[in-house]
Antibody
Framework: QVHLVQSGAEVKKPGASVKVSCKASEYTFTSFAIHWVRQAPGQRLEWMGWINSDNGNTELSQKFQGRVTISSDTSANTAYMELSSLRSEDTAVYYC????????WGQGTMVTVSS | DIQMTQFPSTLSASVGDRVTITCRASQSISNWLAWYQQNPGKAPKLLIYKASSLESGVPSRFSGSGSRTEFTLTINNLQPDDSATYYCQQYNTYPYTFGQGTKLEIK
């Protein structure tokens, strides 16, 4: 069965960067795009962008342009989302998702930004 | 950005009831709409994709309909496990956007 396993919770200070990983198992990593979605406490889900792991192309939400980098390592079946210049409003659970129509999700990674 | 508006925001119903959640897009998204169920502390779970296609393993009590700007999620024969927050999402146009969620409580 296909799984996405994300890295553990992070606590960062304002202005720092965070890099979250998403490891895929049991499927051909390059078959589907990997999306990143975040959810601040009590808020709706927010799409950040995606990567085509086959060719490395990305599409990013303009809201995060300049602050987010989405990358992948096909040899490790792993995708990464790095968010820089963190502020308190970036405190959220970050999810990766893939498959047809977002049918497979990682377990989420809590990122807390606090001084 | 395409705005997705769901209503109602909260819903209370009894076991065995039928409920309907509506999602409205600020512009046409064809049928590129998904519905998710999310329980507290968990990742969203895909229920419906392409507006009306039932995801594998999801009970047939769940159904979706609509196109362009107006969509509905219907849950028949409500079960206690259906207590959750439901989100719609458009994936027609970047950035993909979600509704604000509908919290369903089972009485």
């Amino acid at each position: 069965q296909v799984h996405l396993v994300q890295s553990g919770a992070e606590v960062k200070k304002p202005g720092a960067s965070v890099k979250v990983s998403c490891k895929a198992s049991e499927y051909t990593f390059t078959s589907f795009a990997i999306h990143w979605v975040r959810q601040a406490p009590g808020q709706r889900l927010e799409w950040m962008g995606w990567i085509n792991s086959d060719n490395g192309n990305t599409e990013l939400s303009q809201k995060f342009q300049g602050r987010v980098t989405i990358s992948s390592d096909t040899s490790a079946n792993t995708a990464y989302m790095e968010l820089s210049s963190l502020r308190s409003e970036d405190t959220a659970v970050y999810y990766c998702a893939t498959g047809h129509d977002f049918d497979i999700w990682g377990q989420g990674t809590m990122v807390t930004v606090s001084s | 950005d395409i705005q997705m508006t769901q209503f109602p925001s909260t819903l209370s119903a009894s076991v065995g009831d039928r409920v309907t959640i509506t999602c409205r897009a600020s512009q046409s998204i064809s049928n590129w709409l998904a519905w998710y169920q999310q329980n507290p502390g968990k990742a969203p779970k895909l229920l419906i994709y392409k507006a009306s296609s039932l995801e594998s393993g999801v009970p047939s009590r769940f159904s979706g309909s609509g196109s362009r700007t107006e969509f509905t999620l219907t849950i028949n024969n409500l079960q206690p496990d259906d207590s959750a927050t439901y989100y719609c999402q458009q994936y027609n146009t970047y950035p993909y956007t979600f509704g604000q969620g509908t919290k369903l409580e089972i009485k």
